[in-house]
């Protein structure tokens, strides 16, 4: 092997690199990018849970056991309730995830050291935090009331009857706590984004490569006719794909769709678009079929972790929470477990469908924006 020889081979590839600054960067910027999702978005100890608290007694006893739920680290106390329906109507939208109900006759129960019992409402459709909120809630509980006793006993000098706190807990949607009612929903979300980008992320990079982007170019076509042209085709593909996904499911794992089916198809087509969106906007940007590529990892791989696919998105720092907001996956997830495992109509829904078409229209106003035929022309 001639040295001088293999030593221009490296010379020429280091300058190729240099050349492809697009490439070159997206390798910096990705293990940073990954680095630090991973660090803070894969948290297994769920902290935070959202809760609503209707307290009917609203006495010193009462306000007490709320602190010591607060105490736990595990509940972030975000709301009062004024009735029982607004509490649960609060976790069908989805604004809170646990409520605790505490009677009126909470403080009279106590004073006469009687059981006295309060309710926690848990939202079954992630079991991984029912499952937190529900020990973690019987703990505070427990732990309240053995408080509450011990200071009766100091203050009489013998022991009094058992009384205590009972937390009922009631599990909405999942009772059982079955995972797969939380994953499918899911994995459909995740199968349609990834087919559709990887599909659409290439679809004019690959005119470029081939030289047929030159012809668009001098056509009397305009970029939105050409970018929603391409879009097209694959609409049909990914709705397909969305049907398929759904019917197995529903059929192979038996997890029931609860809602509305018109309703679940209406919005998985809308989202179907907003992920088309994404990939053509890729594409766009892309010089090559690498660099397409590598995008196409850098928002699918962040969508696994950020978008509350696998990881309770309360157990991450606000920052990663916010970051996860401009991902269209994370309201599609939503508006699946909704209506898949909750049952719920649009109405409580609004928000995440009027969020998922807003990103979606920006996504592609965005790429007829960024398209141009003169810069295809180079």
């Known amino acids: 092997m001639n040295f001088q020889r293999f030593i221009s081979i490296v010379k020429k590839e280091f300058i190729q690199l240099k050349r492809d600054k697009a490439s070159f960067g997206i390798a910096i910027i990705m293990p940073i990018v990954m680095i630090l999702l991973f660090g803070y978005a894969v948290n297994t100890q769920l902290e935070n849970i959202s809760m609503s608290v209707l307290d009917m007694s609203n006495s010193k006893e009462s306000r007490e056991l709320v602190t010591s739920f607060r105490n736990t680290g595990y509940f972030n106390i975000v709301k009062k309730e004024k009735n029982i329906e607004e509490a649960k109507e609060n976790i069908d939208k989805g604004k809170v995830h646990s409520s605790l109900i505490i009677p009126a006759d909470f403080s009279r129960n106590l004073e006469r050291r009687e059981e006295t019992k309060v309710e926690l409402l848990i939202d079954g459709s992630d079991p991984t935090t029912a499952r937190t909120a529900f020990s973690s809630g019987i703990l505070a509980g427990e732990s309240y009331g053995m408080k509450q006793t011990k200071n009766y006993s100091e203050k009489t000098y013998f022991t009094p009857k058992v009384g205590g706190i009972d937390v009922t807990t009631k599990v909405l949607y999942n009772p059982n706590l079955n995972n797969l009612n939380f994953t499918i929903p899911g994995l459909i979300g995740l199968i349609m984004q990834n087919i559709t980008v990887l599909l659409t992320a290439f679809a004019l990079v690959r005119e470029r490569e081939r030289g047929t982007i030159e012809q668009l170019a001098v056509s009397p076509l305009k970029s939105s006719e050409i970018i929603l042209g391409k879009l097209i085709p694959y609409i049909f593909i990914g709705f397909f794909d969305f049907l398929f996904s759904l019917a197995l499911g529903l059929v192979w794992f038996k997890v029931p769709i609860r809602g509305n089916l018109m309703l679940l198809l209406f919005l998985g087509a809308g989202f179907v ?32 972790l950020i978008s509350g696919f696998v990881f309770p998105r309360e157990a991450m720092p606000r920052a990663i929470q916010l970051l996860g907001n401009v991902l269209p996956l994370t309201y599609f997830l939503n508006i699946l477990r909704g209506i898949i495992t909750k049952g719920v109509g649009i109405q409580y829904l609004l928000q995440n469908v009027v969020l998922l078409l807003l990103l979606g229209m920006i996504l592609l106003i965005t790429s007829i924006v960024i398209f141009r035929k003169k810069p295809y022309n180079a």
């Open 273 to 304: 678009i907003c992920a088309l969106a994404i990939g053509i906007l890729i594409s766009t940007i892309s010089k090559t079929q690498l660099q397409a590529m590598q995008l196409s990892v850098l928002i699918i791989l962040p969508s696994v």
